[in-house]
C-alpha cells in the first residue's frame, strides 16, 4: 500500500501546483483525499477505454492493481 500511498501524495501535489499556475493571486483550498478517493471509486467502476485513460493519467498500472486488489479485500 505504501506505492499507493506515494501516488495519492504525487497527485496532491500535481493538483496544488496546477493551481497555483492556474488561480494566481488567490486563495487555494481543496482536499486532495476527497479528490483521489472518489477518482479511485469511479476507477474502481471504469471498464475498458476509461479504465485504460483513468489508469494513464492518475496512477501507473503496478497503483491501480493495488487498488483493484485492495478494493476485493473482505
Not at 487555494?28 to 475498458?48: C, D, M, N, Q, R
Amino acid at each position: 500500500m505504501e506505492a499507493l500511498s506515494v501516488a495519492n501524495t504525487g497527485f496532491a501535489l500535481d493538483l496544488f501546483m496546477h493551481e497555483c499556475k492556474t488561480q494566481t493571486n488567490t486563495n487555494i483550498l481543496f482536499s486532495p483525499w476527497s479528490i483521489s478517493t472518489t477518482l479511485a471509486t469511479v476507477y474502481l467502476g471504469a471498464k475498458g477505454n476509461t479504465a485504460d485513460q483513468m489508469a494513464e493519467v492518475s496512477w501507473d498500472c503496478r497503483e491501480c492493481q493495488l487498488l483493484r486488489n485492495a478494493a476485493t479485500i473482505e
